[in-house]
């Protein structure tokens, strides 16, 4: 029963599932099986609500009608826009992180967001991407894997636009085996060309439905792992899906998010006989969530928290509401992580790849400079975009604070009427250093406010 392993199994749960537990949710939780509080999780996550913003004003971008009759001015300007709805695309997905009941669901969003990778310019197709990751995130990985091959931003993404029958182009192939689905050394180079040949003229029209171009489509015979057959993009998929491995990959990927970066074979093995040959995300989630090694304390603490975990968990206890949204990308960016904008195909590498020392500084100073107003002295590296980058260039402006405003109501409400130990205990998930026991002991003074932020600014805070 999770009552007898009391808050620190819940607080576990819910810091993996979600972005953590404020404390005057956790009574009600704790007389309950841990049964009935999974249970819950799943049931507040079990509707899609679809993430959209408002892009009224860029409708003559995908209406085919009008596009045609756009002058090449007007089409360079609505490009434009729609980068800008990119950026701000990422401030209410941050916001949804914040705010949401649905934390089960919203926490797969970004681990299948790192799985399947996708990076696109089009706001329509980046938004319409991001809730196909949304509604299929515990569903079906047949059907997720087939909605995400027909989406426009990936056809882009990959290539798939320029696969035709002629010439096939094996970029998507490579990566619905190599990055998707299998791992390298499980498929060879033939396996590619032969897939490629699968889904050629698949296509989607300006409003982002997908179409069937079909004379570019390849109507032959394939021979695929083993199989031979006049198969399409579909099919390839469903012949995937019939390797042990396929799950194996997937299950190895959930396992180091979810659970503890360092594999467990056993639960592994254990995780892959669930999981295969049905493929429902959703039973594989719960099989994790109701086993006992879920909540060993080898896992508790075990995991680096993503930039996003950070940030999010800071702002489910104080949140904030940022003058610029250039100070919230710009953030992302320090930390090593742009939701919308990932690195290359391969996604962002996880845990110890969070942090090296300028990282790591950087993160430790946040609570203090989005709480107390503290100044910014870390540069950060990298190239976002010419605007952005001059923005920050200006050496007047390195020594710089954030113009942030923070509600301290939830704080107020769910933390004040809490001890030290109490409020240590609600931050932090793993064991704390003897030294910083020490250090904490000396911080008597301090007024709660201040008390939470050195918290969040210790070492064990960034490991969940």
């Known amino acids: 029963n999770i009552n007898l392993m009391e808050t620190k199994a819940i607080q576990h749960l819910y810091s993996r599932v979600g972005f953590g537990i404020l404390p005057n949710e956790k009574p009600s939780l704790s007389g309950l099986k841990k049964e009935d509080v999974v249970a819950q999780l799943f049931s507040k996550s079990k509707e899609t609500d679809p993430l959209k913003i408002d892009l009224a004003e860029l409708d003559d971008f995908i209406d085919n009608d009008s596009r045609q009759k756009l002058s090449r001015a007007i089409r360079q300007e609505l490009r434009k826009k729609s980068r800008q709805k990119i950026k701000d695309y990422n401030s209410a997905w941050i916001s ?107 296509s989607f029209r300006p409003n982002g439905k997908f179409f069937l171009r079909q004379k570019k489509h390849d109507t032959g015979v394939k021979v695929f792992l083993g199989k031979s057959g006049n198969f399409d993009g579909n099919a390839i998929i469903d012949i995937i899906l019939q390797q042990k491995q396929c799950a194996r990959f997937i299950c190895e990927k959930v396992y180091r998010y979810f659970v503890n970066p360092r594999v467990n074979q056993q639960h592994l093995n ?41 940030l999010v968990g800071i702002q489910r206890i104080v949140p904030l509401t940022f003058a610029k949204e250039k100070q919230l990308l710009y953030l992302q960016r320090t930390m090593g992580q742009v939701l919308l904008y990932p690195p290359n195909v391969a996604g962002w590498k996880q845990d110890r790849n969070w942090i090296d020392s300028n990282t790591l500084l950087f993160r430790m100073k946040l609570p203090s400079v989005l709480l107390n107003d503290a100044v910014i002295n870390v540069d950060q590296k990298g190239d976002f975009e010419d605007s952005f980058e001059k923005y920050y260039a200006d050496s007047r402006k390195r020594a710089r604070k954030l113009d942030v405003e923070k509600d301290w109501t939830i704080f107020d409400l769910e933390f004040l009427a809490l001890n030290r130990d109490e409020i240590r205990e609600s931050l932090i998930r793993g064991k704390i250093d003897g030294d910083t026991l020490i250090f904490l002991d000396t911080l008597t003074n301090l007024d709660p406010k201040e008390y939470l932020v050195q918290l969040m600014s210790i070492p064990e805070y960034q490991l969940c």
């Open 270 to 310: 254990e995780m892959v006989a669930v999981f295969y040959p049905k493929y429902n995300i959703e039973k594989l989630m719960e099989h994790i969530l109701l086993s006992d090694w879920f909540y060993e304390d080898e896992n508790i603490g075990a995991k680096i928290k993503s930039p996003m975990e950070l």
């Open 96 to 202: 949804r992180l914040v705010t949401t009941d649905q934390q089960l669901r919203e926490k797969m969003v970004l681990f299948w967001a790192n799985v399947f990778v996708c990076r696109d310019n089009h706001i329509f197709h980046v938004q319409q991407y991001n809730n196909t990751l949304r509604k299929h995130a515990l569903g079906h990985l047949g059907d997720f894997l087939k909605a995400v091959a027909k989406e426009p931003a990936m056809s882009k993404y990959l290539n798939n636009r320029q696969n035709v029958k002629e010439k096939p182009n094996e970029n998507f192939a490579r990566e619905l085996m190599e990055l998707f689905t299998l791992g390298e050394g499980h498929y060879s180079e033939y396996d590619i060309k032969e897939a490629a040949r699968a889904f050629p003229g698949w």
